[in-house]
C-alpha cells in the first residue's frame, strides 16, 4: 500500500505565485525525500529531509516536516513554466531498509 | 558519465510472450530498483538489490523475476506478459552512505504495452 499520499492531486497556478503541495504519510520515518518528474522522463531528486529536521530550502524550494502530524509540505516560490512537473514524496523507514514508498503525486502545472 | 540507462526505450509485446529489460548504472553503486508507473500512480517497488549477486522482492513482485550478475547491470524479466503488466517501468540506483540518507537516481523509463 501507497505510504505517502499527496494533496492535491492537481494544482495549476500562474508564472510568480508561490506553489504549495503536500504530503501525509502513516507509519514513522527515517527520511522524506522529494522528487520531480517532467513529462515522460524519470524522476529527479529534489530535496531531503531527516525526521529531525522541521524545514529545509534549498534554492525556491521549501520543506517542512510535522512529523506529530506524519505530514510534510513542498513549497515553491516564484514559480517558473518550467517548474511545471508531477512532484512526488517518498518516505523511508525503519524497517524498510533502503527501500522508498512513493506517494501518488501532484502534477503541478504553471501557466506563463 | 551516463548515469542511469535503460533499454529498450518502448516495446509492444503480445500475451504470453516474454521479454528481458536492461538497466545499467555507471555510477558504482550498491542498489539498484525496479519499479513500475501507472497512470495517476505513483512508483510502486517491483524488486531490488543490495548488492552484486542479491536480490529482493518488493511490493508488486508477481510475474516477473530479476537478476544481478554484475554490479552496474540489473534485469527484469517478463516470463509470461499479461495486459495487466501494461505500464512504464523505471530501474533506479543508490548508494547510502554508512548510517546515513540517500537519494535514488532514476533511469528515463520503458513503456511496455502488452496486448
Known amino acids: 500500500s501507497q505510504q505517502g499520499e499527496e494533496d492535491p492531486q492537481a494544482l495549476s497556478i500562474q508564472e510568480g505565485e508561490n506553489a504549495t503541495m503536500n504530503c501525509s504519510y502513516k507509519?514513522?520515518?527515517?527520511?522524506l525525500q522529494w522528487y520531480r518528474q517532467n513529462s515522460g522522463r524519470g524522476l529527479v531528486h529534489l530535496i531531503l529531509?531527516?525526521?529531525?529536521?522541521r524545514e529545509k530550502h534549498s534554492g525556491r524550494l521549501r520543506v517542512t516536516l510535522d512529523t506529530s502530524k506524519k505530514s510534510s509540505s513542498l513549497l515553491i516560490t516564484a514559480s517558473r513554466a518550467a517548474d511545471t512537473a508531477s512532484y512526488f514524496c517518498?518516505?523511508?523507514?525503519?524497517?524498510?531498509?533502503?527501500?522508498?514508498?512513493f506517494g501518488e503525486g501532484t502534477q503541478l502545472t504553471v501557466n506563463p | 558519465n551516463a548515469g542511469v540507462t535503460q533499454t529498450p526505450k518502448f516495446r509492444v509485446l503480445k500475451t504470453g510472450q516474454s521479454m528481458t529489460l536492461l538497466c545499467a548504472q555507471d555510477?558504482?553503486?550498491?542498489?539498484m530498483y525496479w519499479y513500475r508507473q501507472d497512470p495517476g500512480m505513483g512508483l510502486r517497488l517491483i524488486h531490488y538489490s543490495v548488492g552484486e549477486g542479491t536480490t529482493a522482492k518488493g511490493e508488486v513482485p508477481d510475474g516477473y523475476n530479476v537478476s544481478r550478475l554484475k554490479k552496474q547491470n540489473f534485469l527484469l524479466g517478463l516470463e509470461s506478459a499479461a495486459p495487466s503488466q501494461t505500464s512504464v517501468y523505471f530501474c533506479?540506483?543508490?548508494?547510502?552512505?554508512?548510517?546515513?540518507?540517500?537519494?535514488?537516481?532514476f533511469g528515463p523509463g520503458t513503456r511496455l504495452t502488452v496486448t
Open positions: 533506479a540506483s543508490s548508494s547510502p552512505p554508512a548510517g546515513g540518507p540517500y537519494e535514488q537516481y
Open positions: 555510477m558504482n553503486h550498491e542498489y
Open positions: 529531509i531527516r525526521s529531525n529536521e
Open positions: 507509519t514513522s520515518i527515517n527520511n
Open positions: 517518498a518516505t523511508d523507514g525503519e524497517t524498510s531498509g533502503s527501500r522508498l514508498t
